[in-house]
């Protein structure tokens, strides 16, 4: 052992580079990130660390080490259930295991552990993306709803403030209201999906424990938004001519720009398009998207 | 439609239309909180009904009884990082979820991806479905 008498700073972070090694503890104490802070061998481990009276240092530090890894596998669980069921859950342990080794828990919240898990999945994709639609896809979608919906849940919301009244429009015409821009609700996040995952994740969350997931649908576009309203998360699908106008006012564009890239997407004539649009801005509307208006 | 394609006029058009579809909308904002969603009767929902926010101080979660209640319980605790899973506490004590199935190397990608793709297979043969075969690398 370097020095007999470590300071706690070191001992703590030798503590947290041996309970979070892949390898587990004996992995752990021989690995660099260890060793770096703390020349220790196993078989010195007792000069640390005393052991118990049914358990050796190791064992007992062991206790710590498994805890950490099952306790961030359930919190990524919990943040997933649908991918979890869908995948089966020591299938999902398996990629969430290899996501915690690429991606370690570094926030002082576990809110966070799950940030980067549909990116990883998209990252380590067998196909690497290429070709047609297929299987990953659907799971790399699910992982994303699934996120996005803890984050509109946990993040900032409009409760108490208020959203867009016919007062704040005031008087204006369409030419005003044309250039004014829309200022979105600050929980408001769009969604575009290569399988329609929304209905998967309504029937595989009214799944009992112990019931198969549902099967998994055909793919196909789906575009959904996300909001929160007194403390409830809605899933809204749009279509895609609604997407690129939400998308494009909530980038802090005009309503005519907004209106412009939903006519991108419009493939009918402009009578149609024109009820479209008030339909689209009257949903939008009601479903509590628009927070105030900048003329 | 092109938009290079689109008049003044036609803008004013929407424009107008747009207007006229956010007033008939604000005003209907209100009735619709308090209409019952369909997504109300979903087990989901029931995490934004809680009040483990936080708000007022307040930990207790009202929503007891129900699927996503736990976890929403535990999650206000996983927001305290460290309520859970020191000191060998907890269901999961002494327990390496991962140990002895052979899932402890890394990377793991390749044989986990092989391993869903298995079961993706054995779901579509089940449910009588065509797929596809893997791509080439698959796995590897």
Redesign the interface.
Known sequence: MSDPNPDLNTVQRWFQAVISH???VAGGIDAEAAQALMKLRRSELERLIRRSKNLSAEERL??????????????LR?SF?VLCKA??R??F???A??YL??FPSTS????RLGDRFADFLEE?????G???V???DF?IDVARLEWL?EQV??GPGVEGQG????EM?GR????T??GAR?VPVVCLRLLAFKYPVNAY??AA??TKEGEEAP??PEAGAQYLALT????????IELSAGQHALLETLMAGRT??EA???A??R??GD?AG???A????????????F?WRIEA | MKPSDLSRRDFSKFAAAALGGVLIGVANVASAADEESPLLKEPHVCCGLNTCKGTNGDKKNDCAGTGHCASAKKHSCKGENDCKGQGGCGEHAGENSCKGKGACNVPLSADTWKKARKNYEAAMTKAKKKFGAAPADCGK
């Open positions: 892949p390898d587990g062991g206790i710590y080490a498994n805890a950490y890894y099952a306790r961030l596998l359930e919190c919990e259930p995948l089966g020591e299938l342990d398996e990629f295991f290899d080794q690429r002082y919240t576990l809110s380590t994709r067998p196909d690497k290429e070709g047609t297929g299987w990953p799971l919906i849940f946990d959203l867009l009244t016919a429009l204006m015409d369409a030419a209201f044309g829309i994740y309504t969350r009214r099967e998994m929160r309203r007194e403390f409830v998360v809605r899933r309503v005519n209106i412009a890239a006519a991108e419009w493939t402009e398009f024109a009820a649009v008030r339909e689209w801005f009257r949903d939008g509307a009601a479903a509590g628009f």
